[in-house]
């Protein structure tokens, strides 16, 4: 029985090991993409989040200001400023629900957003960098 339960946890580490890796290895995609300015990264936490930490060459545009819906011509008008029609807008969060709504919210709206359903602390460890305190 000892032997078929680390087996078990053996397999599972391993299974757990592969995922993590490829996990790392879309967000240094993402990251690259972002290097290269094939990409912007759009964070959709709060304000107060934003002043906390946030991550280098992302820019804020508020979840909750997307989901309230009365400043739709402003969001789209900030996006459009921000990203070139070739570029992909990706999305972020603390650990992904928002980015998921938002992307969707934004796609109703006509604007193909990718969310990164990974954690803020998750995309730090693939090697994102915080932006310097102002």
Not at 25 to 33: G, N
Not at 37 to 66: F, N, Q
Not at 67 to 95: F, M, R, T, V, W
Request: proline content about 4%; glycine content about 6%; some cysteine.
């Amino acid at each position: 029985m000892k032997y078929a339960f680390r087996h078990l946890l053996l397999g599972l580490l391993t299974i757990f090991a592969c995922a993590s890796s490829a996990l790392a290895a879309d967000l240094k995609e993402i990251q690259q993409e972002i290097e290269q300015g094939k990409a912007i990264l759009i964070d959709v936490r709060e304000e107060e989040e934003w002043k906390e930490t946030h991550l280098e060459k992302a820019i804020l545009v508020p979840g909750s200001e997307i989901a309230s819906g009365d400043q739709n011509e402003k969001i789209l008008a900030k996006l459009k400023a921000e990203a070139k029609p070739e570029q992909k807008i990706y999305c972020h969060c603390k650990s992904g629900g928002r980015a998921k709504l938002t992307a969707r919210l934004l796609g109703k709206l006509g604007v193909e957003v990718i969310p990164i359903t990974d954690t803020y602390q998750e995309m730090l460890q693939a090697g994102f960098k915080p932006a310097e305190p102002k």
